[in-house]
């Protein structure tokens, strides 16, 4: 192996140990937000509230497209990642309703 490739491979061995403890965080962070999405799931079906309110998406989205930029990510991503996560929210609190 040459010095330039050991350097290659030290170099993707940080990388992935980062990626690994950023996607422990990922995971860590999307159990806490799914807690609280159940609490608010419940509290909804007991006071018979609807599952879904599309005002308060919006302006998640908003927020979030906005932060976004800042953290030179691709807005239309976090949009279709935060989409996809209320989605799986609104299922559950369908859930609760039943
Ligand atoms: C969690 C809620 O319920 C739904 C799920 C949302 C979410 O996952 O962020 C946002 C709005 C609602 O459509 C809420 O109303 O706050």
Same mark, same amino acid.
């Given at each position: 192996? #040459?010095? #330039? &490739?050991?350097?290659?491979?030290?170099?993707?061995?940080?990388?992935?140990?980062?990626?690994?403890?950023?996607? !422990?965080? /990922? &995971?860590? %962070? /999307?159990?806490?937000?799914?807690?609280? #999405?159940?609490? &608010?799931? $419940?509290?909804?079906? @007991?006071?018979? /509230? *609807? *599952?879904?309110? *599309?005002?308060?998406? !919006?302006?998640?989205?908003?927020? /979030? @497209?906005?932060?976004?930029? @800042?953290?030179?990510?691709? *807005? @239309?991503?976090?949009? $279709?990642?935060?989409?996809?996560?209320?989605?799986? &929210?609104?299922?559950?609190?369908?859930?609760?309703? %039943?």
């Amino acid at each position: 192996m #040459t010095d #330039t &490739v050991k350097r290659a491979a030290e170099l993707l061995k940080g990388h992935r140990a980062s990626i690994d403890r950023l996607d !422990a965080i /990922l &995971v860590y %962070t /999307l159990g806490e937000r799914f807690k609280h #999405t159940q609490a &608010v799931g $419940k509290l909804k079906a @007991e006071h018979d /509230l *609807p *599952p879904s309110d *599309p005002a308060r998406e !919006a302006a998640q989205i908003a927020r /979030l @497209e906005d932060l976004a930029k @800042e953290a030179d990510l691709d *807005p @239309e991503f976090a949009k $279709k990642f935060l989409n996809f996560i209320i989605a799986e &929210v609104i299922q559950h609190h369908k859930q609760h309703q %039943t």
